[in-house]
């Protein structure tokens, strides 16, 4: 081994000059890499003799790993790195060359670390499995008398001239595999009755959800009374997935839904639902608003649970189909999309809502149903606002007082120009 030692650090590191710190980074460098190289000496000796027969050990990275507190999987890189670089014996006694000698020569002058030596030994791998023995041992030659002055790139475009000149035709091409897309969504209800919502998406999913929810997230344009959306984007975001989700569900093959918004179970007291006014239990497992519950009811599938006032159940309603298929295909003719004023969402955006409630007996037909999008939907059942069908049997709605005193009625006219 040759002989390598530390220079003698100055007793006050701050007055060393600029040339004394690199030279004593590149000693300290050589002094490790010749001690890590005379260690895989002895770690190649204890695989040829036996850990077992040696320590009680049943391999020489489990020996390794208790004595230098590394662990298996650590040990393992160091005596496997060791068994490549020097030569060990077979179990008959006859001696098992080194995959790499002549780096392991370069290696014991301190001139490679680990990872140059551990980046030749996976090139040595990649090499045809028909090179012979001359090529490869030429192969590493030239690998190893390249690595003390080079870095990674140029050691990579080492191989690719060696697979040149070792493989010209290259490896017959065949089709790649493709990979299995991984995706990952997970969705849990928290304690103040939001719900969270996590996921990973492959790169391909992660651009087609990106395009469809900054379709449906562009803010909506300033009204006619000039009153422009204040969402953040991030609200934005949020509403288009609500309308995404709206799309998806009322899709005639939607498993489960047979194109309808959903199924809500909804316990709620007897004074509430004609109210309008108190809270209900919602599939058991929250609660909303009985506003917002009629809300609900306008578009989906209902199995009311109606209490009375001492808790006693009244009714359990059976499952009623609101809007009929050949319904919602009328009111897409008639409407053209949301029917408030100046709205652009088209009918597959947008609800049929009742203007007289079914809680307060309204029918279910086309004079009393219209057409909104999810904004307009809320705005008309937690608003101001008032909707009514005119005579001449289309919707129009009536301001509040603050917009307009006079509460003229108004139309959406974008739809039918």
Known sequence: MSETFLPELPQEMWRAGKLELAHGVLQSLRVIRVATAGLGRFLAEVESRGAKDLFGHGSTASWLAEMAGLSRGEAGVVVKRAIALN???NLDGTEAPAVAPETAAVAAEGLVGDERIDQIL?????LP???????????EKI?????????????????????GWLDPDGNEPKEPEPKEPRRELTLERRRDGFWKLTGLLDDETGVRTAAALEAYAQPRPVDEFGQADLRMKCERLGDAWAELLDLAIACPDQPGTSGYRTLVHVTIGLNELKSGLGTACLDFVGTMTARE?????????????????????????RLRRFVTPGQRRALNIRDGGCAFPGCHRKPKNCHAHHIEHWVDGGPTDLRNLVL??????????????????AADGLPEFIPPQYRDPLRHPRRNTLHHR
Request: aromatic share 2%; charged share 25%; net charge negative.
């Open 87 to 89: 030569p060990t014996r």
């Open 372 to 389: 909104l999008c999810g904004f307009h939907h809320r705005l008309i059942h937690h608003g101001d606002w008032e909707v009514r069908m």
């Open 122 to 126: 996976e090139i040595l791998k990649r």
């Open 293 to 317: 519950a009629r809300l609900a009811a306008c578009d989906c599938l209902m199995l009311p649970v109606v209490l009375s006032a001492a808790g006693e159940p009244l009714d359990v309603g």
């Open 143 to 163: 690998l190893a008398d390249l690595a003390p002055n080079a870095g990674p790139h140029q050691l990579a475009k080492a191989e690719a001239k060696l697979l």
């Open 129 to 139: 499995a028909d090179t012979s023995v001359e090529d490869r041992a030429v192969a």
